[in-house]
């Protein structure tokens, strides 16, 4: 018998209880950048961190520039993650060289960009679990709406708040979690 199954086995329904309820730690995800290398969230702990599912394609696809802006800005105190998504009106279509040179040739984007990922569904990237499911994060239960919407992690990588997209990135109910300058 696998040894992992034997194990699993012997849980008693409370361990069980325990596990389920426990949050997990957003550092423990993995997910890969657009070039296909892992990201080590880990390595953002002492910073705020700003999830964002972008699209090219999308009405609020200009606030890639206040992004930049925001990244710019306050780059000592957080770190702005836009994570490509096609889910809400096809608007994010193209494959990870195309998104690339969008966000680059278009807005001048140089924060960290993710691989294109699923933010709700059946195939739910488990940062996006993480991040909408109280059970896992241990704040908060939300839904993605639409492109654009954000995510803000404190700098212990706890949750702290979402903002839909109608918000944009430089807006004071935003800033306001950082220091001003």
Known sequence: MNPLKAFVGTLTATDKN???NATESIYDIAINSLQGHKIDLSEFKGKKILFVNVASKCGFTPQYRELQELHDTYSDEVVVIGVPCNQFGKQEPGNSDEIQEFCEVNYGVSFLITEKIDVKGANQHPLYRWLTTKGVNGKQTTTVKW???KYLIDEQGEFLDYF???????????TSYFKSY
């Not at 839909?164 to 935003?174: L, Q």
């Open 18 to 20: 325990i596990k389920q």
């Open 147 to 149: 492109n654009f919407q």
């Open 164 to 174: 839909y997209s109608i918000t944009k990135p430089m807006n004071g109910r935003i």
